[in-house]
Nanobody, 127 residues
Framework: QVQPVESGGGLVQAGDSLRLSCATS????????MGWFRQSSGKEREFVAA????????VYSDSVKGRFTISRDNTRNTVYLQMNSLKPEDTAVYHC????????????????????WGQGTQVTVSS
């Protein structure tokens, strides 16, 4: 099974861009749906984006749609989250999640659908 490890977080100003990466340890990465979630202080974990095994299907939360882009490189066992036009309300710990799936085009938006999680990377957006 894969073990997600996030990187790329940091402190940026509102309007800036940031790209998160989630690398995994397994060569079976292509068999996993990948998702990004975030959790800010005092709030529940929130779905951000997900990408299917084959990379052809993506889904976003309304709060990030049009600003964030999820993509994956199955040759590098890595999923990315490109975040543009960042806002202070995007401040959170961002977690990468993985779940095996038999179906190449399916995505999952609920956190309970994922069983493999990274430790997270902090993103802070100042106003």
């Amino acid at each position: 099974q894969v073990q997600p490890v996030e990187s790329g977080g940091g402190l940026v100003q509102a309007g800036d861009s940031l790209r998160l990466s989630c690398a995994t340890s397994s060569g079976t990465f292509g068999g996993y749906v990948m998702g990004w979630f975030r959790q800010s202080s005092g709030k529940e974990r929130e779905f951000v984006a997900a990408v299917s095994r084959n990379g052809e299907s993506t889904v976003y939360s309304d709060s990030v749609k049009g600003r964030f882009t999820i993509s994956r490189d199955n040759t590098r066992n890595t999923v990315y989250l490109q975040m543009n036009s960042l806002k202070p309300e995007d401040t959170a710990v961002y977690h990468c999640a993985a779940e095996a799936s038999r179906f190449p085009s399916v995505t999952f938006t609920r956190d309970y659908a994922y069983h493999l999680w990274g430790q997270g990377t902090q993103v802070t957006v100042s106003s």
